[in-house]
């Protein structure tokens, strides 16, 4: 945080806790670990069964999101990833972890659709969302109309989250 002067970081939990606890002991930054991802190669391990203590299993995204949201966030400075391309999987986690703040990724070049995500992972206010578009505002245009095509482009996306808040 302080070399880069960074409000945020997107942390892999895989790590654990131990290497995640310095970033979550800085209450004033934000801590945006991996849940379940937007590229196809998601599913690969994110939703290997894992045993949840009690016999059962459950989905390692799903334990993720779990154990970020009741035993990490102490500090109330945690996010998550979360890909638009996996609507479903985006209900189950906003349940798991209720208003807690989603990185979105994968509107736009990678099917990601924003009625979807706004419905399956908005909180009850319409909010908690941060809806990221990379690929279709940056090569929005090659030209030299760039600058006005990609703020023609993230205007266009804000309009349509808003429209399905």
């Known amino acids: 945080f302080d070399r880069y002067d960074a409000d945020a970081v997107t942390l892999n939990p895989y790590m654990g806790f131990d290497s995640a606890e310095p970033f979550l002991r800085r209450a ?11 590229n196809p190669g998601a599913r690969d391990f994110q939703e290997l069964t ?5 016999g059962g299993g459950e989905p390692l995204y799903q334990r993720i999101a779990r154990t970020i949201a009741g035993e990490w966030n102490d500090a109330g400075n945690c996010a998550l990833v979360v890909g638009a391309t996996f609507p479903e999987e985006l209900k189950v986690i906003r349940g798991i972890v ?13 099917g990601g659709d924003v009625e979807a995500v706004v419905r399956n992972g908005a909180t009850a206010d319409g909010t908690g969302l941060m809806i990221n578009s990379s690929r279709g505002i940056l090569y929005a245009s090659s030209g030299a109309d760039y600058a006005a095509a990609a703020a023609d482009a993230a205007r266009a996306l804000r309009d349509e989250v808003n429209r399905f808040r």
């Open 28 to 38: 004033d930054r934000g801590c945006i670990f991996l849940c379940h991802t937007s």
């Open 50 to 54: 894992v045993a949840d203590g009690s």
């Open 98 to 110: 209720g208003d807690m703040p989603l990185l979105i990724p994968g509107v736009g070049a990678q």
